[in-house]
Nanobody
Framework: QLRLVESGGGLVQPGGSLRLSCLVS????????IGWFRQAPGKEREGLSC????????EYADSVKGRFTISRDNAKNTVYLQMNSLKPEDTALYFC??????????????????WGLGTQVTVSS
């Protein structure tokens, strides 16, 4: 059974960096597109970045483009989200999600089949 576990969140000052990890177990990551999402209190879940199963296609939301980078290490069954130049408005619960029905693409919509429980990121001085 597919399971996703996020880690790497925490408290960071504005301008700082964090690297989130999403460990995928129970399946072979090679066949899954992965997305990163976040949700702040009182706000809708926002798609941030995704990577196709092949790793050849990535997408970024305008709000994080140029600051966040998605990557994957299939040998470790892990997907990463490197977050730089963090801002207070980046404070949220961050989730990874997986789906094996996207073919050669990935999407920033929340219609992924499997989700982790999230890791909290707080950007504050």
């Amino acid at each position: 059974q597919l399971r996703l576990v996020e880690s790497g969140g925490g408290l960071v000052q504005p301008g700082g960096s964090l690297r989130l990890s999403c460990l995928v177990s129970g399946v072979t990551l090679d066949y899954y597109a992965i997305g990163w999402f976040r949700q702040a209190p009182g706000k809708e879940r926002e798609g941030l970045s995704c990577m196709s199963a092949s790793g050849t296609r990535t997408e970024y939301a305008d709000s994080v483009k140029g600051r966040f980078t998605i990557s994957r290490d299939n040998a470790k069954n892990t997907v990463y989200l490197q977050m730089n130049s963090l801002k207070p408005e980046d404070t949220a619960l961050y989730f990874c999600a997986a789906d094996n029905n996207w073919g050669s693409r990935c999407f920033l919509n929340p219609y992924y089949a499997s989700w982790g429980l999230g890791t909290q990121v707080t950007v504050s001085s």
